[in-house]
């Protein structure tokens, strides 16, 4: 079993920044790729980034060149700096971890909110 503890979120005005933060815990595990989803009131829960174990990174194209992703193996934890935020990255971000790989599982954090609002 693996457990996510997700930090970061808060309020924040248009064009300002914010750094979520992931840390996956647990043992025997491996993991493939760490990213995050967001859940906006009203809407399906959409992907935002994603890293993968061999540092391949992936976004959703609203948040390419203001939203930047990155890992800490050591720690089994994921980074979402981001900038130039806008109302509509308004959302309640969830954490998304896959381990294994030949089979793989999926675990999702509580989610921490973000508002972006002045």
């Known amino acids: 079993q693996v457990q996510l503890v997700e930090s970061g979120g808060g309020l924040v005005q248009p064009g300002g920044s914010l750094r979520l933060s992931c840390a996956a815990s647990?043992?025997?595990?491996?993991?493939?790729?760490m990213g995050w989803y967001r859940q906006a009131p009203g809407k399906e829960r959409e992907f935002v980034a994603r890293?993968?174990?061999?540092?391949?990174?992936d976004y959703e194209d609203s948040v390419k060149g203001r939203f930047s992703i990155s890992g800490d193996n050591a720690k089994n934890t994921v980074y979402l700096q981001m900038n130039s935020l806008k109302p509509e990255d308004t959302a309640v971000y969830y954490c998304?971890?896959?381990?294994?790989?030949?089979?793989?599982?999926?675990?999702w954090g509580q989610g921490t909110q973000v508002t972006v609002s002045s």
């Open positions: 890293i993968t174990s061999g540092d391949r990174t």
């Open positions: 647990g043992s025997g595990f491996s993991i493939n790729a």
């Open positions: 998304h971890v896959i381990v294994g790989h030949r089979y793989t599982a999926h675990y």
